[in-house]
């Protein structure tokens, strides 16, 4: 199993993220220019597992604010044909160690409660429950 960056849609990832992302949300797929801006974003690291075809991906997401630079970590999924072999911890490592490189001292994340394994996951890599409220705001359909 080997984690890579990415750094150009390719039809592959097209058809992983196909794959993959509607065993993490029922969110809609990117469009192709969507994809593109998110691989060439200087923000965003768009990392993959493979082994040897794409079996997992994980966001990295960079910003800067008056207090710092942070990062959160979103979209961690790994096809559930291959999930308990270390390949989500090994994408979760190499966002953490991408984030250390680009000098962000904290990383945040959230996952459901319901997504047990994936909580006991980030709790052994080192991440430590907050107790804080978590708001979200959907702009509505025009």
């Known amino acids: 199993m080997k984690i890579e960056r ?10 992983a993220l196909e794959r993959l992302l509607p065993q993490l949300s029922h969110a809609r797929l990117p469009t192709p220019d969507e994809l593109a801006e998110l691989v060439t974003a200087p923000a965003c690291t768009l ?9 997992g991906m994980l966001t990295l997401a960079t ?6 630079f942070h990062a959160w970590i979103e979209d961690v999924v790994v096809d559930e044909a291959v999930r308990g072999r270390g390949i989500g911890e090994a994408l979760t490592r190499a966002g953490l160690e991408r984030a250390r490189e680009l000098g962000v001292h904290e990383v945040h994340l959230t996952s459901r409660p319901a ?9 052994r890599v080192g991440f430590e429950l907050r107790s804080t409220n978590v708001y979200r705001y959907k702009h509505p359909h025009e």
């Open 6 to 15: 990415v750094t150009a849609v390719t039809g592959e990832l097209t058809a």
């Open 115 to 123: 997504r047990e394994a994936a909580n006991r996951l980030y709790q």
């Open 63 to 68: 910003f800067r604010t008056p207090t710092g």
């Open 47 to 55: 990392l993959i597992a493979r082994d040897p075809e794409i079996v």
